[in-house]
């Protein structure tokens, strides 16, 4: 088993809540990580039709086998369970006592608001970030061959192809998440829908033009997102609040959660590839800023990072509160420091003027120094500075 930066966290909460709630996309590891974190109390997948049956024809007769607790895996296939569970937890308020996972959010949480409010510990385990993947530790993978490849678990563990894990990834998504939330007649519509959010992938998001290329309309473009988005495939990044007296952008940036993903969805196959193409900037900005939520899902906390740009198109990448500073951050994929380079860095932090602490440059090499009051960190090296 990989170790994940997460389970720190995951027993802080259980010293804390009653029930804790781990949600993410499918294959990221939530399962693994439960049981072996929590491997004094009885495994139960709800996905299992005996058990399922069991929980919804004779509730309590269910429950009783585990008046110890235990994990209850992809919990959302029984919606009565957060009811059942409110009433036990507020007969018996020990700590850790139940831990439900899975993978959608909005079938989850849901259940959780109405139900276990207040009595529910809520984390959030996305694929690995690269502190969590082997290959980036020993350093036997090349950038881009690690933007192929993504984060999830089974391709750090497992001897399989990239381009065949995605292929079925991708296929029993859309078979159990999508047609269990969305009444999708067509199939290949919504396929073509994904492709073009990855061909969108760090660009402001138009959901007008997106919809109109896809051939749906912009409610339907606006529900599949929504579903995209509680899956953990995509986030919105939104633009930072405060305007700094300037007309601001207001629309927000699309990014893919995991890189490997997107690059599948864009028919980029090899690191020879992405290295040439026109995408792999906003591709390794994609990296960034899902190791950035990474960490902070990791913690314990919310995301809370914004991008910053006005109608002249200056801004910063990535924006996030440190105090009562504002951190702009820049984004470069290239492997090379140029005098642009240093340039953009800087410019990220003039619209905050005396509110932003000194700028970070992230780009595609593997050095860290600081340069001209610029903080320069190499990719490796992104892990100490989120």
Known sequence: MIDRLMTSTLLRLAGSFPVIVMTGPRQSGKTTLAKAVFSDKPYVTLEDPDERAFAIEDPKGFLRRFSAGAVFDEAQRWPDLFSWLQGLVDADHQPGKFVLTGSQQFGLLAGISQSLAGRAGIIHLLPLSLSEIPSVKEQTRSLDE???????????????????????????????????????????????????????????????????????????????????????????????????????????????????????????????????????????????????????????????????????????????????????????????????????????????????????LIYGGNDSYERNGLNVIGWRDIAHWT
């Open 146 to 360: 690690l933007m192929i490849t993504g984060g999830y678990p089974a391709l750090h563990s497992r001897q399989i192809a990239t381009g065949d894990w995605f292929a079925s990834y991708v296929a029993t998504y859309v078979e159990r998440d999508v047609r269990q939330v969305l009444n999708i007649q067509d199939l290949t519509t919504f396929q073509r829908f994904l492709r073009l959010c990855a061909g969108r992938n760090g660009q402001l998001l138009n959901l007008s033009a997106l919809a109109g290329e896809a051939g749906i309309s912009h409610n339907t473009a606006k529900s599949w997102l929504s579903v995209l988005e509680s899956s953990y495939l995509v986030h919105l990044l939104p633009p930072y609040y405060r305007n700094f007296g300037k007309r601001l952008v207001k629309s927000p940036k699309l990014y893919f959660l995991d890189v490997g993903l997107a690059c599948w969805l864009l028919g980029i196959r090899s690191a020879e590839v992405l290295a040439l193409h026109p995408l792999r900037g906003a591709l390794f900005e994609s990296l960034v800023i899902s190791e950035f939520i990474k960490s902070r899902y990791n913690k314990g906390l919310p995301s809370d990072l914004y991008f910053w740009r006005d109608n002249n198109g200056v801004g910063a990448d990535l924006v996030f509160e440190t105090g009562s500073k504002l951190q702009p951050v820049e984004i470069k994929s290239g492997s090379t420091i140029t005098s642009d380079y240093i340039r953009a860095g800087q410019r990220s932090a003039r619209f905050a003027s005396g509110e932003a602490d000194a700028p970070k």
